[in-house]
C-alpha cells in the first residue's frame, strides 16, 4: 500500500517550498495537482519530471475511485492544490478522507497557507481566530452568514474575489460594524499589497481591485455599532426616498446615530449604485 502526501505549495512566491515538499515530489509515483497548468511551472523550477494527473472539483467524482486504487496497488501519490495546502478550499478534503476511511497511510508535508500568512501580518490578535473560507456570493447569504458571527470575540479570517471584493466590505460594514481590518492582496506575489485600516477606509482605498484577496477583522470588541449602522442604513434609504439630498440626509442620520458623516455619505453612495 501506498501512501498520501499532503504537500503544501506555494501560494504566490515559487521559492517558498520547503526543501521535504521538492525531495517528496521527486520521490512520489504520481504527483495529483488541482491546476496542473499552474503545477508544472512549479515542477519545471525545481527539475521535477515525474507523473502528473489532474484532480480538481470538476473530475473529483470520477477521479476519486481510480486515486484509493492506485494508493492501494501501485505507490505513493504527492498531492497538491493550485495554491497552499492541499483540502483548504480545495479538492483535496474528498480524496484525504477517502483515505482515511481506507486506512491508507496519510503524511501532512506543511507549508504555505493564504490564511495563516495574512494573520500572522494583520496586526490582529492571533491566539484566537475562525477561518470561513470564501464568503458567499448573494447578498442576503452573505449577509446571513456575517450576522452570525456579529458577537463573535476571535479574529475572522474569510477569502474573496476581486468583482466581490466592494460587495463584501460593504455587507461587513452593515452587518459588522466599522471594524479594523487588514486585507491582503496578492500575498507574496509580485504586487502584494496589505492594507490595514477600518472596513470603510479598506472600501475607500481599493477602487479597483485587482487579484486575489484574504480579508482579517477584527472580533466583536462589545463596542461595535452594528445596530447603529444597520439603522443609519435604513434612515437612508428612507430619506432618499422622501427626496432629501445626500447633504441633509446625511447629517440628519449622522446626528441619530453617531456615525461619521464620511461613513454615511459611502452608504448613499453605495444604496445609489445597487437601486
Same mark, same amino acid.
Given at each position: 500500500m501506498g501512501t498520501l502526501y499532503v504537500i503544501a505549495t506555494p501560494i504566490g512566491n515559487l521559492e517558498d517550498i520547503t526543501l521535504r515538499g521538492i525531495r517528496l515530489l521527486k520521490e512520489v509515483d504520481l504527483i495529483a495537482a488541482e491546476d496542473t497548468r499552474k503545477a508544472r511551472?512549479?515542477?519545471?523550477?525545481?527539475?521535477?519530471?515525474?507523473?502528473?494527473?489532474?484532480?480538481?472539483?470538476?473530475?473529483?467524482?470520477?477521479?476519486?475511485?481510480?486515486?484509493?486504487?492506485?494508493?492501494?496497488?501501485?505507490?505513493?501519490?504527492?498531492l497538491i492544490s493550485e495554491a497552499g495546502t492541499p483540502g483548504i478550499n480545495d479538492p483535496g478534503y474528498e480524496l484525504i478522507n477517502a483515505a482515511i476511511l481506507e486506512e491508507i497511510p496519510i503524511v501532512p508535508v506543511p507549508g504555505p497557507s493564504a490564511p495563516i500568512t495574512a494573520l500572522s501580518v494583520s496586526g490582529?490578535?492571533?491566539?484566537?481566530?475562525?477561518?470561513?473560507?470564501?464568503?458567499?456570493?448573494?447578498?442576503?447569504?452573505?449577509?446571513?452568514?456575517?450576522?452570525?458571527?456579529?458577537? $463573535? *470575540?476571535? /479574529?475572522?479570517?474569510?477569502? =474573496?474575489?476581486?468583482?466581490? !471584493?466592494?460587495?463584501?466590505?460593504?455587507?461587513?460594514?452593515?452587518t459588522l460594524g466599522n471594524r479594523k481590518t487588514a486585507v491582503h492582496r496578492e500575498l507574496t506575489k509580485l504586487h502584494e499589497e496589505i492594507f490595514r485600516g477600518t472596513?470603510?477606509?479598506?472600501? $475607500? *482605498?481599493? /477602487?479597483?481591485?485587482?487579484? =486575489?484577496?484574504?480579508?482579517? !477583522?477584527?472580533?466583536?470588541?462589545?463596542?461595535?455599532?452594528?445596530e447603529d449602522t444597520l439603522r443609519?442604513?435604513?434612515?437612508?434609504?428612507?430619506?432618499?426616498?422622501?427626496?432629501?439630498?445626500?447633504?441633509?440626509?446625511?447629517t440628519k442620520v449622522s446626528e441619530a446615530t453617531g456615525l461619521?458623516?464620511?461613513?454615511?455619505?459611502?452608504?448613499? !453612495?453605495?444604496?445609489l449604485k445597487t437601486k
Open positions: 511551472i512549479l515542477l519545471k523550477k525545481y527539475d521535477i519530471s515525474n507523473r502528473l494527473t489532474s484532480y480538481h472539483e470538476q473530475n473529483k467524482v470520477n477521479k476519486l475511485p481510480h486515486m484509493i486504487r492506485f494508493l492501494k496497488e501501485k505507490g505513493n501519490i504527492g490582529l490578535p492571533t491566539d484566537q481566530f475562525i477561518y470561513i473560507g470564501y464568503l458567499p456570493r448573494r447578498t442576503n447569504e452573505r449577509r446571513k452568514l456575517l450576522q452570525s458571527f456579529c458577537s $463573535e *470575540h476571535r /479574529t475572522i479570517v474569510c477569502l =474573496e474575489t476581486p468583482h466581490r !471584493l466592494h460587495a463584501a466590505l460593504a455587507d461587513i460594514a452593515a472596513v470603510q477606509q479598506s472600501l $475607500e *482605498h481599493f /477602487t479597483q481591485p485587482k487579484g =486575489e484577496f484574504t480579508i482579517v !477583522l477584527e472580533g466583536s470588541t462589545g463596542s461595535d455599532t452594528v443609519a442604513e435604513e434612515l437612508l434609504k428612507k430619506m432618499r426616498s422622501r427626496g432629501y439630498s445626500a447633504k441633509d440626509a446625511v461619521s458623516r464620511k461613513e454615511l455619505y459611502g452608504m448613499w !453612495l453605495r444604496q
